[in-house]
């Protein structure tokens, strides 16, 4: 399990403790939850162990429950809970077997959730800020691809999002950044020195 993954799966579990949702994380002990955000193909599973959240690899079988929505739609969902409207228009589905369905139901209709603070644990204020943006930005875009009809376009977008899902490649990014605005400095100097040496022509 890399750093991020392990740092997730600890901020998950102290908000469950916070917001005294334990009760309802204990109910699905031993099954396994898929959350699937739709428009960027991205899977990931977890499971209940001893009244916790543990991050897995793609389960050998089919998942108990499985969560899908835009990226807006699962914010909403763990800041307002099961809201009918999510499901109304279809910004969020939950499937499975009926029992799992009305607990994980009841475990984000008592989950305190800040997105974008839960977002800071893991990649720091700044670039949390951005991938919160680029959700925005993302649900927003992913609505109107949706009325429009152009589904086939949500592939460009894949590798855009890519962007935000990890912090080294944002600082990657960054860096190399900073390092073409040095390297594009240094040419101007070298050029004024040119200029100075040649003089007037």
Excluded at 37 to 52: D, E, H, K, L, Q
Excluded at 65 to 87: K, M, N, Q, Y
């Amino acid at each position: 399990m890399n750093a991020i993954t392990s740092r997730f799966e600890a901020i998950l579990n102290r908000v469950i403790r916070d917001s005294a949702a334990d009760t309802h994380l204990r109910n699905l002990e031993g099954r396994v939850v898929a959350v699937s955000i739709r428009g960027v193909n991205a899977t990931g599973y977890a499971t209940v162990v001893c009244g916790a959240i543990r991050m897995i690899d793609k389960p050998d079988s089919a998942p108990d429950v499985t969560v899908s929505g835009t990226p807006g739609g699962l914010i909403e969902l763990c800041r307002s809970g099961a809201d009918s409207e999510l499901f109304r228009d279809g910004s969020v589905r939950i499937e499975g077997d009926a029992q799992s369905m009305l607990d994980i139901k009841a475990l984000f209709s008592a989950l305190d959730f800040d997105a974008e603070e839960a977002l800071a644990q893991i990649l720091g204020d700044t670039l949390a800020r951005k991938a919160a943006n680029g959700a925005r930005a993302l649900n927003r875009w992913s609505e109107g691809v949706a009325d429009s009809g152009a589904a086939g376009i949500a592939e460009t977008l894949v590798e855009e999002t890519r962007l935000l899902a990890s912090r080294p490649r944002a600082e990657r990014f960054i860096d190399n950044v900073e390092k073409l605005r040095d390297d594009m400095a240094r040419l101007q100097q070298r050029i004024e020195r040119l200029r100075a040496a040649v003089g007037p022509g």
